[in-house]
């Protein structure tokens, strides 16, 4: 007997469906496989489903089973196939009513069971039965609403995640978005429960993106670093341009408290970045049971010791990386020059395009890796010694492990000196400038350059051509950045990160014009160019 049940395969983090077919003949001799490109975690689903029936109290009868998964030419990977193989099995069975047939009557106060031609069946079986949380469940729940599909089923702990679709798409008053019902179960049997009518079909609420998001706090308000104003400047201008920033200062100085409070002065998450942002973080296994949606912009920060699949993604089977889970967020690499240069190196292409693409026999992949960068460093090779007491030849091997490439990718370059005992040891709350008044005056500049240059691209991404329209520089200014590049060495691409950080500053300041005063300051977060 033939059954089939629809689920869907990961291609990084997108779904795509995947129809399980199940063909059990008792007469034949007693064998079990799976085809279709599974993998090792797939062609071990038939040994889960077997306990999993057995121990919820079905049977598992002895005869040749054979599991296909179409399409069979894209590889299958993880054990999200175990719910619909036992699904299928107990079609076959007579347990469950086949697609199309009429159920058993439902449970009393509830809903007709979901059809399961149009449902999405996805979920890892524990040997008694239970159901284990799995990864991309809201990527399925999108294809489930693109392709116009009434309900999906997933495992309990997911289902939160599933029925975020709704919110952020403005579908539907169920579970799911755009009419798609989302419904969490336990066990084994409670599907099975489910889709007889045994018991009541009742979809997950749906999930109201906006009021999700409206109450996320930022983790660390910037008034609680002591000192370091000018660094705070700095960070301001980041944040309103979009621009990448490297700060250099001994231990202690508050440069990893500044990284995780950026996320607080960037402007808000819109539910559609929050949408990609957990998709990311599901298909990457990062979501925790329960989380349904990602509420602030992510901060990373992998160790020196990273490799470059781990940062860039990859894999046999492509995984997104550091730089795409930290998309629309912050990429904070710590101790900077720690980091081998090749693993650096690979970050060029994406601080440039936005997205990293990774190329393999069987598929090209691309990953968002839209990200500010903020890294950190020591201002000498031995941390807390100054520079004039380290010798010329250790200060130019410390600073060959960083590319001339890619500093000049780094827009703004700022000193962050050690805090004088006088302020760290102050009694009471710091009085420093705090996350509120820094974030007013980003959300003022961003206004700014969405009525200058449309939403979506903020000074840092303006072309070359985009700047001499929108970036003009009187006379006074041009011969100052003149000056600099010929004293400076500047590189053209860091000849246009001055104009756009200069750009930033004049609309921080609410001035059309960029004035001197503006260049000045561009041109005083080249300071490795400086020291150069």
């Known amino acids: 007997m033939l059954s089939r049940v629809q689920s869907y395969l990961l291609a990084g983090i997108d779904a795509q469906p995947c129809e399980v077919e199940v063909d059990f003949d008792e007469t034949a001799q007693d064998r079990a496989s799976v085809v279709g490109l599974p993998d090792a975690a797939v062609k071990e689903s038939l040994e889960r489903v077997r306990s999993a029936l057995v121990n919820s109290g079905y049977a598992f009868m002895p005869g040749r089973l054979l599991v296909n998964l179409a399409p069979a030419d894209v590889r299958k990977e993880g054990p999200l196939y175990d719910l619909p193989i036992a699904v299928a099995l107990l079609i076959n069975q007579g347990i469950i009513p086949a697609p199309g047939t009429r159920p058993r009557s439902a449970a009393e106060g509830s809903g007709a069971p979901p059809d399961l031609r149009r449902t999405l069946l996805a979920g890892e079986l524990a040997l008694d039965g239970r159901l284990r949380p799995i990864k991309g469940a809201i990527a399925m729940a999108m294809l489930a609403r693109e392709r116009g599909m009434e309900s999906v089923i997933v495992p309990i702990e997911n289902a939160a995640e599933a029925a975020v679709v709704s919110g952020g798409g403005g579908g539907g008053e169920r579970g799911g978005g755009g009419g798609v019902s989302v419904f969490g179960a336990r066990t084994l049997a409670e599907v099975v429960g489910l889709l007889t009518g045994d018991l009541p079909a009742e979809p997950v609420p749906s999930v109201d993106v906006q009021s999700l998001l409206a109450r996320a706090e930022p983790p660390i308000d910037f008034s609680e670093v002591r000192g370091q104003e000018a660094v705070k400047r700095a960070m301001v201008i980041a944040a309103a341009g979009g621009h990448n920033i490297l700060m250099l200062g001994p231990a202690g100085s508050g440069k990893t408290m500044m990284a995780k409070a950026l996320p607080g002065i960037l402007p808000p998450l819109p539910p559609e970045e929050a949408l990609v942002i957990t998709r990311i973080y599901s298909a990457a296994g990062e979501l925790k049971p329960g989380e349904g949606l990602v509420r602030t912009r992510p901060v990373r920060s992998p160790h020196h010791t990273a490799s470059s699949p781990a940062i860039v993604g990859g894999g046999a089977i492509p995984r997104p990386g550091e730089i795409s889970l930290a998309h629309r967020g912050v990429l904070f690499l710590d101790e900077l020059p720690e980091f081998p240069r090749p693993v650096l190196e690979t970050l060029r292409q994406p601080l440039e395009d936005h997205v990293v693409s990774i190329a393999r026999a069987q598929a090209s992949l691309r990953f968002p890796a839209s990200f500010m960068l903020v890294a950190a460093m020591n201002p000498t090779p031995r941390g807390h010694v100054s520079a004039g007491e380290v010798g ?140 150069a």
Do not use: C
């Open 392 to 531: 010329r030849r250790e200060m130019e091997m410390y600073m060959s492990r960083l590319s001339g490439p890619l500093l000049d990718r780094i827009d703004i370059h700022v000193e962050a000196p050690a805090v004088p005992w006088k302020e760290l040891s102050a009694q009471g709350p710091a009085k420093g400038t705090g996350t509120a008044e820094m974030a007013q005056r980003v959300a003022d500049a961003r206004a700014v350059m969405i009525r200058r240059q449309g939403p979506g691209v903020p000074n840092a991404r303006l072309s070359g051509k985009q700047l001499d329209a929108l970036a003009p520089l009187g006379d006074d200014a041009r011969s100052l950045l003149g000056s600099a590049l010929s004293d400076l060495g500047l590189s053209a691409r860091a000849y246009d990160k001055v104009r756009r950080v200069a750009r930033t500053i004049a609309d921080l300041a609410g001035a059309e014009a960029i004035a001197l005063e503006h260049v000045a300051e561009a041109i005083q977060y080249r300071l490795l160019d400086r020291k």
